[in-house]
């Protein structure tokens, strides 16, 4: 059961990661047919400063995600010894390096992790997940930690985070096309019954218009699964269902936080900000808690 939902969670996330990528060059080719009258231009424009942005948030992803969420990185285990040697030994469970270790100082219970990949990830625990949680249950919160380190989740949330940019970078260019000009060749070619130019350009436009919606989707989704798909991995790594069942409990019952950037919600292994859930769960960044539950009790 526990290895076929990894196998089913992963196959998912491809899916989802295809359609955010395709989304991007839809988004592009729609700019570049209303501003520069050719997809091809548009879809170029989207690879190229998709490309520029990922370089640039995988380079610095660490630093800045920890400076928006106010984490103190402790440098040895003397600062905070339990913390320091479940990561360890977790780390050394999943055989990825040692990461680097945060506190962040806020009474609510929340760890999350990030980094480019394993060699340079990075392990943020509050303060209040180390006062209300024992043993066993810290050590399924950090196993689910490195299972996102140890499956890349690190650097797939830093590409899905740098795609979204790139979506609003190309909305707002697209947005701003018809105050610089673009489209009014294309409007003027389409007198005399161009029907079909007028469909595309709507099309287009419709496209730029939603863009940002589905790609919030999209990256909500992204989260979801591979939420599931590190509980999975803390209950391979730990061999203990029940000390994360009971870890998302606490988690679940706790006060929002203070210190975390809503703009890195989805990292966390519970939502930070405890926003209110929506009917269809489609801009969700966690899946309910009680749904992770009833898959840890299958397990």
Known sequence: MLYQQIAQNKRRTVYVMIGFLLLVLAIGAAVGYIFFDSYVAGVVMALVIGVIYMV?????????IMNMNHGREIKNENE???LWHVVEDMAMVAQVPMPRVFIIDDPSPNAFATGNNPEHAAVAATSGIMAQLNREELEAVIGHEMSHVRNYDIRLSTIALALSAVIAMLVNIGMHSFWWGGGRRRSNDS???GYLQIILMIFSILIVILGPLAASIAQMALSRNREYLADAGSVELTRNP???ITALQKISNAKPMKQADPSSSALYISDPMK????VTHLFDTHPPIEERIARLEKM
């Open 56 to 64: 640039m948030m995988i380079a610095q992803s660490t630093s800045v």
């Open 80 to 82: 905070a010894p339990e």
């Open 191 to 193: 007198e005399g019954g």
């Open 242 to 244: 029940q000390g994360l």
């Open 275 to 278: 926003k209110k859930r929506s």
